[in-house]
């Protein structure tokens, strides 16, 4: 997809790596941006930042009317929706049981559920409706999804059940949705993390963020979030890439904890 003057919608775009992405799409690729967020104050100061190519909206990824509102605001100002990347996520810890021995209540599971998994369902299906009716590029391509995920899927920690399982979801959607969406010229593609110092690493305990520092394999250092911006724009400009996952983590895998 050539990204110049296309639409792209961020969720969770008002902070960290939606944000990054945010403004490399903008400045270096020409795009025009909605950044779909909880946070008003983050998600204005940023639309003001970025200029008359961004527009915020306050949108709840969990819930289906408000996504709906955002996505209608969105075609009304920009036309049509051409590709969608979803950052939005909550981090937290839980585990099986907890100090007590009692098995964990399901409430902060099924909220994590909510957010990290079927929030990203929700986004994708109800950009993916605007993006059908797109004109295809280059006769084969309509609009192009990106969900995040995360290295956690693969190596989840002690106490992360929940966070690993929502970010496991991620990447079980994407060979399924490619290959449906791909009918309608929509390709559907996922990037799993490392580590990248943004609001939501940085809340992290200082021992557990030098721990999980010391596990990057090669360069050994954070992500830098415009690494991150780049390989989104990346998958959106390879038209050949569907289906996918991408480690974008410096070779790093979590240990047990
Ligand atoms: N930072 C990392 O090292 C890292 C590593 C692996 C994966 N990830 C993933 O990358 C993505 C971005 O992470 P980040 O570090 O930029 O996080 P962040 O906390 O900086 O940003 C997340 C944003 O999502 C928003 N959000 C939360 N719940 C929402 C909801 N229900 N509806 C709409 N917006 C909501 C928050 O307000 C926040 O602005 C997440 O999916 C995260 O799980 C991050």
Do not use: W
């Not at 993916?128 to 290295?151: L, Y």
């Not at 690493?201 to 990057?216: F, G, I, N």
């Not at 992500?223 to 996918?244: K, S």
């Amino acid at each position: 997809m050539r990204i110049q003057d296309k639409t792209v919608v961020i969720t969770g775009g008002a902070s960290g790596l939606g944000l990054a992405t945010a403004r490399y799409l903008i400045e270096e690729k020409g795009a025009k941006v909605a950044v779909f967020d909880l946070n008003d104050e983050a998600g204005q100061r940023a639309a003001a930042e970025l200029g008359d190519r961004a527009m915020y909206m306050r949108a709840d990824v969990s819930s289906e009317e408000s996504v709906r509102q955002a996505v209608d605001a969105v075609v009304a100002r920009f036309g049509a929706i051409h590709a969608c990347i979803n950052c939005a996520a909550i981090l937290g810890p839980s585990k099986v049981l907890g100090k007590d021995g009692k098995a964990t209540p399901l409430a902060k599971f099924a909220q994590m559920a909510m957010v990290n998994l079927v929030g990203v369902f929700n986004v994708m299906g109800q950009c993916a409706e605007q993006m059908a009716k797109n004109e295809p590029e280059a006769g084969e391509e309509r609009g192009v999804i990106i969900n995040i995920s995360s290295g956690a899927a693969y190596e989840g920690q002690i106490g992360q059940c929940a966070y690993a399982a929502t970010k496991a979801g991620v990447i079980g959607l994407n060979m399924p949705a490619a290959r449906e969406l791909g009918a309608v010229g929509i390709r559907v593609n996922a990037i799993a993390p490392g580590l990248f110092l943004t609001p939501m690493a940085a809340a992290l305990d200082e021992k557990v963020l030098d721990t999980l520092k010391s596990q990057v394999e090669a360069p050994k250092r954070l992500g830098d979030t415009r690494e991150f911006a780049h390989c989104c724009a990346f998958i959106l400009e390879n038209a050949y890439l569907n289906g996918e996952t991408v480690r974008l983590d410096a070779a790093s895998r979590l240990r047990a904890r």
